[in-house]
């Protein structure tokens, strides 16, 4: 496992603005109020995610699974892994020859990521890694599959990210992106806008104490780029192809990019 | 591209029935174990929906695969129920119209292995409400079962003999069997005349052309 190296965020972005849900904040800030919101929820983040989606985030994470086509002996990189869901799966399809490194850059996450992979066995075949998506402290080359699932809008700077996840990839790997982003049907669309800032953080407030982190996570959806932009963006930061799928109807979408 | 939503929830309902229902045979894994890793590939080509069945100790069902698969089977829907319904699964597939490619001897044995399925249902439902009342339930479904299956040969029966001889609506077999026969013969006579008639005609021919020469 290569050993983890931490890299300022940005050496002049210090004035630089970014969106942090509806709000504005200085770049250099968000990664710490993205943190803040994740350290404030990691307890109740898989209850939550349960109640939210009305457990067809597992559905969403089954695709991802399938689309990745892992097989035995293979490596991969989970980032924004959180509490492990795509890593225990990929943890049983590498088998014991193969590599998982769950990824993510809060620590709370992360710690309840292990413990869950350790609770279900998966054990020999994985490592931990507290890393920022935008630098990547692996080699070049290195994984044969990338998955980010839910995580890559909070980021602070995405094309720095996927230019960190390609340097990362072995040619011919793939790159599975799954983020909420844009549903395709107006009534289904506008459905979803209610649910989100109306219903969620009460259910935030009511189930985790916590109205203000699920009101963020409605708005950072809204700010994350459409089906179409992350497409460009992930073939501008090199990978020879990149294909969407949109599921249930488009409320979530699967990028599914090759390096060339 | 149709959104895969419904077709992921209702795979995973199966894979987890599939589990469930290995689970309930103790002897089940130990059959598994040279199947690990194969991948078996089914296709309903009418209406038209593909699965891959990969084996393992906990079988896992998807909707799309990469990689060839060990083995495929692929029929219409009226195939696969014919193939659900029957017992002897292995001689179904022979002579089915369903198109097996790939190592067919994967199919013959999981084949067999789920024939030998042997569920013992109330070891798994003592699980739950304790040995009395397992036994006890198990008593009432065995009683049902037996009652349903007296009763539904008495119902054949009954309506089998009010159709042939109470209101007479078809004919009976030995009826049928004796008409065709009738029939028959009556073909073959037709034929012998139509036979006859024809030597007839020719000899009729045959005998004005010799009067006709000088």
Redesign the interface.
């Known amino acids: 496992m290569p050993e983890t190296q931490n890299k300022p965020a940005s050496d002049s972005s210090s004035e630089e603005n970014t969106h942090f849900g509806y709000q504005q904040v200085p770049v250099a800030e968000k990664s710490a109020r993205v943190a803040d919101v994740f350290h404030s929820v990691a307890n109740s983040y898989d209850v939550m995610n349960d109640l939210m989606s009305l457990g067809i985030h597992r559905l969403w994470k089954r695709y991802t699974i399938e689309m990745s086509a892992v097989r035995p002996g293979q490596r991969v990189l989970d980032l924004a892994g959180g509490t492990g869901d795509l890593a225990a799966k990929f943890s049983r399809l590498v088998g014991n020859n193969g590599e998982v490194v769950l990824a993510d850059i809060n620590e709370s996450m992360l710690a309840l990521g292990r413990d869950r992979l350790t609770d279900l066995g998966c054990t020999g075949n994985t490592a931990y890694a507290i890393t920022d998506a935008q630098y990547l402290p692996f080699a070049d080359d290195y994984f044969d599959c990338i998955t980010i699932g839910f995580g890559l809008r909070n980021v602070t700077d995405k094309d720095l990210a996927l230019r960190a996840m390609f340097r990362v990839l072995k040619p011919g790997g793939k790159l599975l992106v799954l983020e909420f982003s844009k549903p395709s049907n107006p009534l289904l669309s506008s459905a979803y806008d209610l649910y989100s800032f109306k219903l969620l953080p009460a259910i935030g407030k009511l189930v985790a104490n916590d109205g203000e982190s699920y009101r963020y996570l409605a708005e950072s959806i809204r700010m994350h780029p459409d089906q179409q932009t992350l497409k460009n963006m992930i073939t501008d930061a090199g990978f020879a192809t990149c294909e969407y799928h949109n599921i249930t109807g488009g409320i979530v979408a699967l990028h599914c990019a090759t390096k060339g | ?1 149709r ?3 419904l077709t ?2 209702a795979y ?1 309902g199966l894979e987890r029935a599939l589990n469930a229902a290995l689970k309930f045979d103790a002897t089940i894994p130990q059959k598994l174990i040279p199947f690990e ?1 194969r991948v078996i590939r089914l296709e309903c080509t009418a209406p038209s929906i593909v699965s891959y069945v990969c084996i393992g100790q ?1 079988c896992s069902v ?6 060839a698969a060990d083995v495929g089977l692929a029929g219409d829907l009226q195939s696969w129920i014919e193939l659900a319904a029957v017992e002897d699964k292995a001689a179904a597939l022979i002579n089915s119209s369903m198109i097996i490619t790939g190592d067919s001897r994967i199919l013959m044995e999981l084949g067999d292995i789920g024939g030998q399925l042997d569920i013992d249902w109330e070891a798994r439902l003592a699980e739950f409400v304790g040995d009395v009342p397992a036994h006890l339930a198990n008593r009432v479904a065995k009683k049902s079962m037996q009652l349903g299956k007296e009763f539904s040969t008495q119902l054949q029966q009954q309506l089998h003999s009010f159709i042939f001889d109470e209101a007479q609506l078809v004919p009976k077999k030995s009826e049928t069997d004796a008409f065709y026969k009738r029939l028959r013969q009556l073909e073959m006579r037709i034929e012998r005349v139509q036979a006859n008639s024809a030597s007839l005609a020719k000899t009729a021919s045959s005998s004005h052309t010799h009067k006709d020469q000088p």
Do not use: I, R
Not at chain 2, 62 to 67: P, V
């Open positions: 591209m959104d895969p939503t992921l929830a995973a890793g906990q998807l909707h799309t695969y990469e990689g």
